[in-house]
């Protein structure tokens, strides 16, 4: 351990941490407990542990270093989002956002139904879950004030996914042909079926209004018939959100392929304009499922006879692999040094990482190789390399529903520079559900299984 | 006339709905008899996107000119990205005209034209009439 690491707080359970064990335990495991830190030694540099899976879904706003969280972006299967500040004058520290998936503005639309969509050529729907982004940024001109000075950047990239298996409209289960989608519809056929009978008196009124070219009464009548399906129109929209949920969880422990690409235009500060100075990005990921077992199925089953069987937390186990590579172009890179704080530089960030994950054990182990070469020579002092890896372990050891976890993480930095010697230990206790590594996607985790990623863009993002 | 032209020929007008783009829907089309009731022509199987009925001759209006008053439902169900538009098209025989009265704009009618929308597993309504002139 060298001396900026921050030391270990505790390698034993004081009589606070006890305490808190003991008050969490009685509070019946109650989730909202926070987790109690055994060993706590942090990496100095927490980004060096930081492995992000797959491609951002916005290569254009990542590229400027704009959180996507700020742009509400579309999901790969509709038409666009646009978003703009609330007035777009032009001024300090503006951007606006376009997120498009080209078919829907240029291809027609109406004449791709559902199984034309499953069943025509794969580049249908690779056109359908191809997206196009580009984003503004005026950037500052300081003001007089050299520190606040940010170049005005222009950006495009675009991203797609590459695997019918990861769409959540092509997902099948393992083996079939059928789709998870239209094979879950056929399960509950009863529950959707389309009931024509309309009240007899309805009906005349309905005949008699059409004759009479009565467009207010036809509408009211329409409305009544519609009003008088209510029930089994409910009966049958929890029927398709339930096939909607599962058609999501099949594809998202599905093998998954992404690409996307960005390039960055920066020009003068504070005004749209002069743009020059570039830089790209590639991204590529993937990942793969090694095989889940539960009962006859071969994914994640996170059913309520799974949870039933394990007092509440849906059961689940699968192994998962996957990787991902970035290589930047031109790229502005920190240096950390006073003089010469940012270098362009070329950059490749490459990951693998496996994942296993069941109702009590969860491991991860992620390893990855970094390297910043600079594009001046003058400026090689700054090139750097080196490699990283993380493993993590979370260990239920309770049998209670929300129980008691323990968490370890342990990793390691080496590189050619200082700045990529790190290490990082973590211990600690959790009460209620384990929160897993969840290394390829925040939606990735049966523990989540109740969001429905809406996209079958971005891997894990999907 | 045009009604003799169309028994003459035993030629059958045939009507299309569509859901939109990327979903699926159950359709049933029903028209009036002559007495008022209302019978079904034709359900389609679950999870079509499209779907075409022929109407017989014999079914349409016996007097040239008359129309024929059909009630169209759908209901959609939408995985995600899907549109629920209920697309209608008519084909009419060489020399036909074909009228859905309760068009906000029926000089623009066809080929296809958008004619309502509805939320996912909603059963929606389209009363429309057509007439061959």
Known sequence: ?462 | MALQFVNALKANLSVTASVGSLAEAEFALQYFDASGALKLLGQSARAADTFTWQIAADILPSSGGDPLNLLLMFKPFILQGGTTNLLLRADQPPGGSLLAVNHPDPGNLYPPYRVCSAMNATTTPYAFQIRIA
């Open chain 1, 1 to 462: 351990m060298t001396a900026r690491h921050a030391p270990v707080k505790s390698l034993a359970i004081t009589a606070a941490t006890f305490g808190a064990l003991i008050s969490a335990t009685s509070a019946a495991a109650s989730a909202s407990a926070p987790p109690v830190g055994i060993v706590d030694e942090k990496a100095s540099n927490k980004d060096l542990f930081t492995f992000d899976y797959g491609v951002p879904s916005s290569p254009a706003l990542n590229l400027m270093g704009l959180s996507p969280d700020k742009t509400t972006m579309s999901s790969s299967l509709k038409p666009f989002v646009l978003s703009l500040p609330s007035l777009f004058s032009g001024g300090a520290d503006q951007s606006a956002a376009l997120d498009i998936a080209p078919l829907w503005l240029l291809g027609d639309n109406s004449s791709i139904g559902y199984n034309k969509y499953v069943t025509g050529p794969y580049a249908q729907r690779f056109k359908y879950r191809f997206r196009t982004e580009m984003a503004l940024y005026t950037g500052n001109d300081g003001g007089g004030d050299s520190k606040k000075v940010k170049a005005s950047q222009l950006a495009f990239g675009f991203s797609a996914s590459l695997l019918d298996a990861s769409d959540p409209l092509t997902a099948t289960f393992p083996g079939a042909s059928d789709t998870v989608w239209s094979s879950c519809l056929g399960t509950h056929e009863d529950e959707i079926k389309l009931n024509p009978s309309v009240p007899a008196d309805v009906a005349t009124q309905l005949n008699a209004a059409l004759t009479a070219g009565d467009q207010s009464e036809i509408d009211r009548l329409q409305t009544k018939i519609t009003e008088g399906k209510k029930d089994e129109d409910a009966r049958a929209l929890k029927a398709v959100q339930a096939c909607t949920d599962e058609a999501n969880k099949y594809a998202r422990f599905a093998p998954n392929l992404s690409v996307g690409a960005g390039a960055n235009l920066q020009g003068t500060p504070g005004t749209l304009g002069g743009f020059k100075t570039s830089s790209a990005v590639l991204w590529l990921s993937g990942k793969y499922p090694l095989g889940t077992v539960f009962g006859s199925k071969q994914v994640p089953d996170t059913s309520d006879g799974g949870a039933a069987k394990n007092g509440g937390i849906p059961e689940t186990s699968y192994w998962m692999v996957g990787g991902s590579a970035r290589a930047g172009f031109g790229t502005m890179v920190s240096t950390g040094d006073t003089a010469t704080p940012q270098i362009k530089a070329n950059t490749f960030d490459g990951w693998i990482g496996l994942e296993r994950n069941s109702s009590w054990l969860v491991l991860s182990a992620q390893a990855g190789y970094q390297d910043v070469s600079a594009t001046n020579a003058a400026q090689d002092t700054f090139s750097k390399s080196g490699w990283r890896w993380l493993t993590s372990a979370s260990l239920k050891l309770s049998s209670a529903a929300n129980g008691i976890w323990l968490d370890a993480s342990y990793g390691s930095a080496h590189g050619t520079t200082q700045t990529f010697d790190d290490k990082t230990f973590m211990l600690s206790l959790n009460f209620g559900p384990a929160n897993p590594a969840n290394l390829f996607g925040e939606n990735s985790s049966p523990q989540n299984d109740n969001s429905s990623p809406q996209t079958p863009q971005n891997g894990g993002k999907s």
